[in-house]
């Protein structure tokens, strides 16, 4: 009985010296200290950058870490043209832009394929709207039916930018899957199917005036991609 009660008091006296190297000191020098409880990040911190690995020549300063330019969704081309944008309208924002060009694309096409001029007139400048508008009277005076979906944009990505002063303009590539098909005057399918999606890849140009109160886009050029 003796014995236990010794060889307890030994674990305990051990235990006790432990939890005091770990809990009960300063952390030595170069020595992480540990931490007491999980501490939560603040919310209204900036993110740390990630700090580049020190050059094996310390009189060469680390160079910083890049960026592709394709996962900020414009192409290496186009990233001269959009700094440029940025350094002209700091509230320029891409991932918004893009998401408004997606938009802008479908309710385009949309507008083209119901006959609907004054939607069109709304989106495009005078040049394009002419052009869509030259198509749907050819497609009325043919007595042609045209019925076409938008079933998914698979890619929407900036390719060219450039900013004129005032002016900026912006070229999106768009890859997108649509089914159409177009029937005659009696209504007989004479193109097309609904049940095969095309591919279809354009490149349209947005511009816009930076001066302008307007924060509109307009559909400048299109062009296939």
Known sequence: MVVEIVILA??????????????????????????????????????????PRLAENPAQPPRPIAIPAEAAGFEQEAEAGVRAIIGADRRFDVSLFLIGAKSAYG??????????????????????????????????????????????????????????APIALVTVRFVADIASITRDANGVLIAGSLNDAIESRDLWTFRRDLTSRDPDWVLDETDEG
């Open 107 to 164: 309710m385009v096409l949309e507008a083209f394929w119901r006959g609907d001029k004054d939607a069109l007139g709304q989106l495009c400048d005078a040049d394009v709207f002419e052009s869509f508008a030259a198509a749907i009277d050819a497609r009325v005076a043919a007595g042609e039916q045209l019925d076409s979906r938008l079933i998914r944009i698979e890619e929407a990505k900036i390719v060219a930018a450039r900013f004129d």
């Open 10 to 51: 030994m674990i305990a006296a051990f235990l006790g010296l432990r939890l005091y190297a770990v809990l009960g000191r300063r952390p030595e020098q170069n020595e992480e200290p540990v931490r007491g409880r999980v501490e939560q990040p603040d919310p209204a911190a900036a993110p740390r950058p990630l700090q």
